[in-house]
T-cell receptor, first 113, second 113 residues
Framework: GNSVTQMEGPVTLSEEAFLTINCTYTATGYPSLFWYVQYPGEGLQLLLKATKADDKGSNKGFEATYRKETTSFHLEKGSVQVSDSAVYFC????????????FGTGTSLTVIP | SQTIHQWPATLVQPVGSPLSLECTVEGTSNPNLYWYRQAAGRGLQLLFY??????ISSEVPQNLSASRPQDRQFILSSKKLLLSDSGFYLC????????????FGDGTRLSIL
């Protein structure tokens, strides 16, 4: 089956610290992978995506590399800011198995000054 | 560009009352449409999705229903709300092309009293 496992939160970091949020997946075939960010009281926003093995998605200083050998898509940022405080969701879209997305449970990040 | 609108943003309803939440998409045609519920501090639960007018797939048995009367309109309804229906409801759309991400609305915060 298809599923996403995300690192349990909450995560608290000091400003300018390095961030890693782990995401691993189980999927049929070769899925597309996504990271979404949700700020308090808002909907989810697409942060970055990767559609094939070894692709690196990047946006706003965040990066994630599609690793097929380890079935992972870990989110990283070299220097977090207070404004990065949010909940981050990893998601996958498996090909040819319908129209569903599969989301992780979300990881809450708080960055303190 | 494409936009998605959800309303109302906030709703307080008594137990047993009816519900109608509306979602519309602009700037695209024949999108896949989704309704999710997010309980406080939790992940996303897919409720319904639709690949076309009048085509609704239900993922979770419940007292909610969905309809798609027009190509870019998706409505979530209930005849009698339960306390357990409280939560944050998110509508999303996705293009038909391969590897397209989902795009979310700003959500509706529903409180049942």
């Amino acid at each position: 089956g298809n599923s996403v496992t995300q690192m349990e939160g909450p995560v608290t970091l000091s400003e300018e610290a390095f961030l890693t949020i782990n995401c691993t997946y189980t999927a049929t075939g070769y899925p597309s992978l996504f990271w979404y960010v949700q700020y308090p009281g808002e909907g989810l926003q697409l942060l970055l995506k990767a559609t094939k093995a070894d692709d690196k998605g990047s946006n706003k200083g965040f990066e994630a590399t599609y690793r097929k050998e380890t079935t992972s898509f870990h989110l990283e940022k070299g220097s977090v800011q207070v404004s990065d405080s949010a909940v981050y969701f990893c998601a996958l879209y498996p090909p040819n198995t319908g129209n569903q997305f599969y989301f992780g449970t979300g990881t809450s990040l708080t960055v303190i000054p | 560009s494409q936009t998605i609108h959800q309303w109302p943003a906030t709703l307080v309803q008594p137990v047993g009352s009816p519900l109608s939440l509306e979602c519309t998409v602009e700037g695209t045609s024949n999108p896949n449409l989704y309704w999710y519920r997010q309980a406080a501090g939790r992940g996303l639960q897919l409720l319904f999705y639709s690949v076309g007018i009048g085509q609704i797939s239900s993922e979770v048995p419940q007292n909610l229903s969905a309809s798609r009367p027009q190509d870019r309109q998706f409505i979530l309804s209930s005849k009698k709300l339960l306390l357990s229906d409280s939560g944050f409801y998110l509508c999303a759309w996705r293009g038909q092309a391969h590897n397209q991400p989902q795009h979310f609305g700003d959500g509706t915060r529903l409180s049942i009293l």
